[in-house]
């Protein structure tokens, strides 16, 4: 899908001497995570959900959102920047280390138990960003059962979700795109909204699911976490 009247870039395009040396993680930029395994870390995000100042109208826009539709949307880790974010990551739907009806922590959360999230922090780390500069949503917020990929029926239904969000978030300049799903839900979201999308550098990258990451077996791994990095830094250095 093409997107309108709004930058892009895409960092697989970029020179490869420009890319990360050190995306496989150096030792001292190394950090414990899956930290939703630790209840007493799930209790304080809880405890915080709508009592913080930036995450707070996010968790009451997701219980809006649950209500309107009668189904199910994590809500967003304390962690995060919320309303002071600068950066946005635009996933594609709630994975199942977001599912507290299972084993999830009811969150959408760097820190939640499972290989996806683990991965994703572990590149904020390297790229040297902040998760309290960053929020992150999927192109279609609600849950799917048995780990479908939303469909485009439901990629047009996440389109409404993401012009509320973006009203919470003045202090957000790019968006990062984490794989093809997301781009293309942001790219029905732009269509629409084109006079929104253009406000902001879009950066479209890799998502950092098992087979994300290797961009459907045509990448080593190891080159889609330089990828993902890279476009971290350049997200980044857009925001200084």
Request: charged share 25%; aromatic share 6%; glycine share 10%.
């Amino acid at each position: 899908m093409r997107l309108h009247n709004h930058r892009h870039d895409h960092p697989a395009l970029k020179d490869p001497s420009e890319r990360s040396a050190d995306a496989q993680f150096p030792r001292e930029a190394q950090m414990a995570h899956r930290k939703m395994r630790d209840p007493r870390f799930r209790q304080d995000q809880l405890s915080r959900c709508f009592d913080d100042k930036n995450v707070g109208p996010i968790n009451r826009l997701v219980d809006e959102l649950r209500r309107e539709s009668g189904l199910w949307i994590p809500y967003v880790a304390p962690l995060y920047g919320g309303t002071a974010a600068e950066i946005l990551f635009v996933l594609q739907n709630p994975g199942p280390g977001t599912d507290d009806s299972a084993s999830g922590s009811g969150f959408l959360c760097t820190e939640n138990d499972d290989p996806t999230a683990e991965l994703f922090a572990e590149c904020l780390d390297s790229a040297g960003l902040d998760v309290g500069r960053i929020m992150a949503w999927n192109a279609y917020p609600w849950a799917l059962a048995d780990g479908k990929s939303p469909n485009s029926t439901q990629l047009e239904k996440g389109v409404e979700p993401i012009t509320r969000l973006l009203k919470l978030l003045p202090k957000l300049r790019v968006v990062l795109l984490m794989g093809a799903v997301a781009w293309n839900g942001w790219g029905r979201f732009a269509i629409k909204h084109p006079e929104l999308a253009v406000r902001y550098r879009v950066l479209p990258t890799l998502h950092t699911g098992r087979r994300g990451i290797i961009n459907g077996g045509q990448l080593k791994r190891a080159e889609g976490i330089d990828l993902v990095v890279l476009a971290m830094r350049q997200a980044l250095g857009a925001i200084g």
